[in-house]
């Protein structure tokens, strides 16, 4: 996958920064699914196994296959509970590693914006499912201000750094979800917005979270001098929403495309 691939060499950072989020959003997701118990579900660019685990939660699996091409990621995964009942293995979005028709359900949470050719992706994932099964999946909305790290990137920004979006972004836009789809000619393509509450107990919580992955956007904070950081984190200070008791709390979204293979 694209982008920058030593974003997801630490799991556990990662995980900080994102897991409780996407457990959140994964969670209205899966229930816009819908899908039956008794199936068989692939999860796509799986990550530290958030999504996966959430499969186990809430969708009463027959089985969970889950593929990620980042080896560190998928070694984290396997120190999870989920891994008791998961096949994490290392593999392509572009190239999975199945036959054809052996999945019910194939999802891809929170990753088409780092796949190189997105329109292979999904037509893999239409592949290795079986006709009448389902492919869904959701990205957070990053050109519509929707990203979880919205608030530190304009926080860079006020101080005259630009944070150029990373060129895969384009792809989390809803039209061009929906286009990838329907492209691939699968059938009821239908998209959703999913919006989540990102809540921190105080400022620590928020800047040690936010800001231990090195990603796009981290990465600015971490060639900045020291007098330049305690500027950024005054200005958050400032203009984070914040209650009384120091709890921050604000609103992020993510795009979401579910349809089916024909029959």
Same mark, same amino acid.
């Given at each position: 996958?694209?982008?920058?691939?030593?974003? &997801?060499?630490?799991?556990? /950072?990662?995980?900080?920064?994102?897991?409780?989020?996407?457990?959140?959003?994964?969670?209205?997701?899966?229930?816009?699914?819908?899908?039956?118990?008794?199936?068989?579900? %692939?999860?796509?660019?799986?990550? $530290?196994?958030? *999504?996966?685990? %959430? @499969?186990?939660?809430?969708?009463?699996?027959?089985?969970?296959?889950?593929? #990620?091409?980042?080896?560190?990621?998928?070694?984290?995964?396997?120190?999870?509970?989920?891994?008791?009942?998961?096949?994490?293995?290392?593999?392509?979005?572009?190239?999975?590693? &199945?036959?054809?028709?052996?999945? #019910?359900?194939?999802?891809?949470?929170?990753?088409? $914006? &780092?796949?190189?050719?997105?329109?292979?992706? @999904?037509?893999?994932?239409?592949?290795?499912?079986?006709?009448?099964?389902?492919?869904?999946?959701?990205?957070?909305?990053?050109?519509?201000?929707?990203?979880?790290?919205?608030?530190?990137?304009?926080?860079? =920004? /006020?101080?005259?750094?630009? @944070?150029?979006?990373?060129?895969?972004? *384009?792809?989390?836009?809803?039209?061009?979800?929906?286009?990838?789809? =329907?492209?691939?000619? %699968?059938?009821?393509?239908?998209?959703?917005?999913?919006?989540?509450?990102?809540?921190?107990? #105080? &400022?620590?919580?928020?800047?040690?979270? =936010?800001?231990?992955? +090195?990603?796009?956007?981290?990465?600015?904070?971490?060639?900045?001098?020291? +007098?330049?950081?305690?500027?950024?984190? $005054?200005?958050?200070?400032?203009?984070?929403? $914040? #209650?009384?008791?120091?709890?921050?709390?604000?609103?992020?979204?993510?795009?979401?495309?579910?349809?089916?293979?024909?029959?």
């Amino acid at each position: 996958m694209a982008d920058n691939p030593s974003f &997801f060499t630490d799991g556990e /950072a990662y995980d900080r920064l994102m897991g409780r989020w996407s457990r959140v959003a994964g969670a209205v997701f899966l229930d816009w699914l819908s899908m039956p118990p008794g199936l068989r579900w %692939l999860d796509v660019g799986c990550g $530290t196994g958030v *999504f996966a685990q %959430l @499969v186990l939660d809430r969708c009463g699996p027959r089985d969970v296959s889950a593929v #990620d091409p980042a080896a560190e990621q998928i070694a984290y995964a396997r120190t999870k509970p989920a891994a008791k009942r998961v096949n994490f293995r290392v593999g392509d979005a572009q190239a999975l590693p &199945f036959a054809d028709g052996e999945f #019910d359900v194939a999802a891809m949470a929170l990753v088409i $914006t &780092f796949v190189p050719n997105p329109a292979q992706a @999904v037509a893999e994932m239409k592949r290795v499912v079986k006709p009448g099964g389902m492919l869904g999946t959701y990205m957070w909305d990053f050109l519509g201000r929707g990203f979880t790290q919205q608030p530190l990137r304009e926080a860079i =920004e /006020a101080m005259g750094i630009e @944070v150029p979006a990373m060129p895969g972004h *384009f792809n989390s836009r809803l039209d061009n979800l929906m286009n990838f789809f =329907e492209a691939a000619g %699968l059938d009821q393509v239908a998209t959703r917005t999913i919006e989540v509450e990102v809540s921190y107990a #105080d &400022f620590d919580d928020y800047w040690g979270a =936010e800001t231990g992955l +090195p990603n796009y956007i981290v990465q600015h904070v971490r060639k900045m001098t020291g +007098p330049d950081v305690e500027r950024l984190k $005054t200005y958050l200070r400032q203009h984070l929403p $914040t #209650d009384r008791s120091g709890r921050i709390a604000y609103k992020a979204k993510a795009n979401a495309v579910k349809g089916r293979v024909p029959e």
